[in-house]
């Protein structure tokens, strides 16, 4: 093949083609989870090189060259960035099942017009013509997203965040949306070294003592309404566990002055279900009230590599799938009882283990109240889960279980801007899982139902959380 990847990169017969060209392929771009750092979109920044765009925090990559027996200084440490450019072509050339070799290919050839796979041997030229292109100017932060077709992204953002960067941008006349996403877990999870500090952090920010569990909501309300103001209609929380109990002995109170008195103090599950279940309680209502997504992840185990923690910090690479737990019991009861109440938040809920899938399709089933489409909704395979086989048991299990056209579609949670092209992605093996289907004589080929399954899913569910319209 001369040209990789071609026209019809992942798709498998007529019908994807056709679907992916003339329905998929020009939808603007909502890319709602993102670890892109407003400040870098504010100051509209220029890249060195492509190490610095592509490789200076995606622990993807880094994973994936210390599995090749890359050394650390080629990874994170203090080798010359084209020394480390070419560890990755080494480790990516013969990648084969692995995301990251597709999508390389589609961020080459989409911002760069190299239309061959990254190898050793053409490594020196891709170096070079990447870096002629970077210092042209042309693939600054900002035109990298209007290259992209993208109309919206929303950042992740700590709640004592001032949101500055996000005022710029808006004050800038940018075309593009750039939204906070409201990213409390520094003070749900009471049971880090670091929880007092946050919580003198917050005190500075808000000009308020936090004395009680009464007052730090006092303070939380306030930052809340702060992200409102910067257009913030979603939430994001990320645990391990779902921590929940309707009836416990402990006061969160108690645990929070037991806390903030012995920064070392070790709490026990009761104290910290106690805490959280409250916590976690008081934000999904603030979100009902104020009309606001809660996205809740969970399944994901942290830093598991002590040694390497201490060398290379969060976020490294050292991440992975917790194995089964009953999540069902304690989701289904904090769910039960906001339902209840009548403050059940509009919620998009993942687990990082693809197990998993079945159970929550139908789980988000049991509490759609038939007010909007897809009010509960099981969110994108991602993580672990964004490659060609996770993506299409995610949606064999979606379809199964659930109506396919209120799925709200793929996000890049991504630290780099060239993850556009993850979007790309999802839309080719999307329309190829349709158009398979229809091949086979499963589901009649009718563009207008089609075209809505299509745009809604890519575009319009996920745009429909940020401006709201007609039900679709």
Known sequence: MDHFPDNDFL?????????????????????????????????????????????KGDHYKWRLMRTCGIDERYITGDAPDKEKFMMWAKAVESAFGNPLYHWTCLELSRYFGINEPLTVKNAEDVWNKTGEILQSGRLTARN??????????CTTDDPADSLIWHEQIKDSGFECKVLPAFRPDNIVDIE?????????????????????????KEVLVSRLDHFATHGCVI?????????FAEDTAVSPDDVFAKKISDPDAKLNAGELTAYKTDLMLFFARE?????????????CKRNVNTAM????????????????????????????????????????????????????????GAYNDGSMPGKICHGAAWWFNDNLLGMEDHLRSLCS????????????????????????????????????EIERGRFPYDERILKDIIERVCYKNSLNMFFPTAHV
């Open 11 to 55: 798709l498998e017969n007529n019908t994807a083609v056709k679907l992916y060209n003339d329905l998929a392929k020009d939808l603007p771009i909502i890319d709602y989870h993102c670890h892109i750092d407003a400040e870098e979109i504010a100051k509209d920044i220029s890249f060195r090189n492509i190490t610095d765009l592509w490789l």
């Open 144 to 153: 990298i997203m209007r290259s992209s077709n993208v109309e919206l992204i």
């Open 192 to 216: 880090k070294d670091s929880f007092n500090s946050y919580v003198e952090k917050l005190e500075s920010v808000s000009g308020v003592k936090i004395s009680s569990v009464s007052t730090l």
């Open 235 to 243: 939430s994001d929380h990320g645990t391990e566990y779902i921590w």
């Open 287 to 299: 979100y009902a009230k104020r009309g606001w997504t809660m996205q809740l992840h969970f399944g």
């Open 309 to 364: 923690l201490r060398k290379a910090g969060i976020n490294c690479g050292c991440d992975i799938i917790t194995g089964s737990f009953d999540f069902v019991t304690p989701l289904t009861g904090f769910m039960d009882k906001l339902n209840s109440e009548g403050l059940l938040p509009r919620m998009i809920l993942y687990s990082l283990n693809p197990a998993d899938n079945t159970t929550l399709d139908v789980l988000c």
């Open 401 to 436: 279980q659930s109506s396919l056209p209120c799925f709200t579609g793929m996000l890049t949670d991504s630290r780099c801007f060239l993850s556009y092209t993850r979007h790309e992605y999802f839309r080719r093996i999307f329309c190829n899982f349709l158009g398979t």
